[in-house]
């Protein structure tokens, strides 16, 4: 059965706050907990400045931790947002009170709640617990230097334990968690100076770096091979074109770290047709692109925009783009290459550019 | 018949597509596009009877304005411009100055002919004719395609009749006569 968030033990009811003062007790009361639809009955209600105890401990006022075999049932005011009374049906007579609070709603019932109602108001009026924490932030501007010090050593031992927490068993048991990446370094200090190996330039690549070779020309034929690898990954999903600042982000996010910059990428790219490689740098209205060269632009348009663009619907190109989860900018390149094909119109208006199939070159 | 039926569910068709309501970047797609407008624009102008119009007048015809979406879109003066320049080209329009322009509901060819026809048809050949009696005479009618144009259409037709050897055209006075050969 779920316990009411209200429940507490006798040790937790008896710790009374600083300046609390117990302010009157109403016997034969009920305490209701909405979320639970839980009702208790029989209970005694004491009203304090800080609190609303709800027990069935004939003797509250000299309680002790413990009193376990009681129920305690305790509602802080400082948590109680609004207070509202409830009439009976046929009288004028309060019938129960509901308190919704921080911690849910509750409600209390019994038997002339007029008195008990005064009495919960005017503590809340009064806000003792505030007076309590102002005393005690202003006991902490005047504690002094010494205990200023003190707090400073505090906290230079908690970040002493956790270091030597981290580092237990010290730097020599770290390495011994290292081996393996240990032997692999030690692997390419042994080999790398013997020239061309494939295995260890395949196992840099994968951690994002590359053998700074001799001259730059040869880096860059190395970065161009590594950038057409990913461009051949990516032109299946990208349609055959993919924009510069594509390559430089997909690039970039394999290495992770030291981060080839879009010139040394483009670079790279206008090493491509030297290198046989079937992909060239072309620039569309200033973007710069990586294209294939297999890139067939009746083909492209069949497979992409032709699916979705038609004489009586206009797409915009933020339309097109979605639906092709393709960016906006790659998506204008290819319309723009639709349209001096012939194949789509433009329509041009207030609202916007929108794209229709061709009607008028098929008269 | 079935041509011209086709012809005007054509244009029906593309007054009512979005693009055809700017002109294309396209070379081959916008030659087709200003066409079909000097085409549609020549239809109104005949089905209206219009013989004088200038550039101002024609940006509020309705025929260039597409109410599809909310907002209309119209062609603005410098699209209409080009669509009257084509159509300049064709000689189905003259201008008379940067803004204005008049109307050849009929080309100066056919109306030739159909001048050269009605004179058979009512034995003129060989007698002399003004350009008024041709157009307003008591030998002509409505059903005829030169009634009541104006003389400058009429003396360009008898000019093409001269040239073809079918007509001399006098003048005299600033006014002009022909004799039918």
Sequence with gaps: MQQSLFFLSAEMTAMTQFNEKTLFIYQNMQFLDKKLKMKVPKLNLVITTHRLIFTNNPNIEQLKTNDAQFVYLVVPLQHIKTVQTKTGFLSSQIDHINFETNLGDVSLYGDNLEGPLLQIKGSMEKKEWLKVQEQQQTQSVYRGLKSELDKKEKQTQQTIETVQSTFKGGFEELFKNASELKEISQYIKQNIKKGENNEIDEILSKIGQSRLDKTEDQFYEKLAEQVYKLCVELFPKMGGIISLLDVYYYFNKKRNQNLVSPEEILKAGLQFQKLNYQAKIERYDGISVFESTQYNIDKDYENTLGKFISYEVGLTAEQLAKKLGISVMICKIKLRNAINQGKVCVDNRIEGTRYFQNLIINI | ?181
């Design chain 2, 1 to 181: 018949m079935q041509d011209a039926q086709d012809k005007l569910e054509l244009h029906q068709k593309l007054l009512k597509y979005p693009p055809f309501y700017t002109l294309q970047d396209h070379k081959e797609t916008r030659k087709k596009q200003i066409t079909q407008w000097s085409e549609i624009v020549h239809l109104y102008f005949q089905s209206h009877k219009i013989l004088e119009t200038s550039i101002s007048e024609m940006l509020n015809v309705p025929i260039f304005q597409d109410q599809s979406s909310g907002i209309i879109k119209k062609l603005d003066a410098s699209e209409i411009r080009e669509i009257l320049n084509q159509m300049a080209q064709l000689g189905s329009i003259e201008w008379k100055n940067d803004q204005n322009f008049s109307v050849n509901l009929v080309s100066p060819f056919e109306l030739a002919d159909a001048i050269y026809a009605w004179a058979k048809e009512k034995k003129l050949i060989g007698y002399t004719e003004t350009l008024k009696g041709i157009t307003e005479g008591s030998q002509t009618d409505q059903t005829k395609k030169f009634y009541n144009l104006p003389q400058e259409q009429i003396l360009k037709a008898c000019l093409i009749l001269e040239e073809t050897g079918r007509c001399q055209v006098y003048e005299f006075d600033g006014l002009y006569s022909i004799k039918l050969i």
